[in-house]
Nanobody
Framework: QVQLVESGGGLVQAGGSLRLSCAASGSIFSINYMGWYRQAPGKQRELVAAITSGGSTNYADSVKGRFTISRDNAKNTVYLQMNSLKPEDTDVYYC??????????????WGQGTQVTVSS
């Protein structure tokens, strides 16, 4: 079993910054893909940013130039540095990981979500 534990959400004023962290633990052999998604009530969950084990990244157009995703492979942890936050960034943010477990099977996992609220 694998767990993803997120931290770092909270309330910030527009223009401010937050850093989200997501640590994966459990029976992990490797993690190829880690990403951050967000979801507002009544809306579909959408990709914010993703990163592969090799460091390739992908960002939603709405966050390019403001958010930076990074990861520490040794710690199985992914980070999302969010700068120049806007009220429209307010959402619940979810960590996602594509994990190869010790039995060499592949599974996708989600974190529990962390609330980010940006006040105007």
């Amino acid at each position: 079993q694998v767990q993803l534990v997120e931290s770092g959400g909270g309330l910030v004023q527009a223009g401010g910054s937050l850093r989200l962290s997501c640590a994966a633990s459990g029976s992990i052999f490797s993690i190829n893909y880690m990403g951050w998604y967000r979801q507002a009530p009544g809306k579909q969950r959408e990709l914010v940013a993703a990163i592969t084990s090799g460091g390739s990244t992908n960002y939603a157009d709405s966050v390019k130039g403001r958010f930076t995703i990074s990861r520490d492979n040794a710690k199985n942890t992914v980070y999302l540095q969010m700068n120049s936050l806007k009220p429209e960034d307010t959402d619940v943010y979810y960590c996602n990981a594509h994990v190869e477990v010790a039995t060499r099977r592949h599974y996708m996992y989600w974190g529990q979500g962390t609330q980010v609220t940006v006040s105007s």
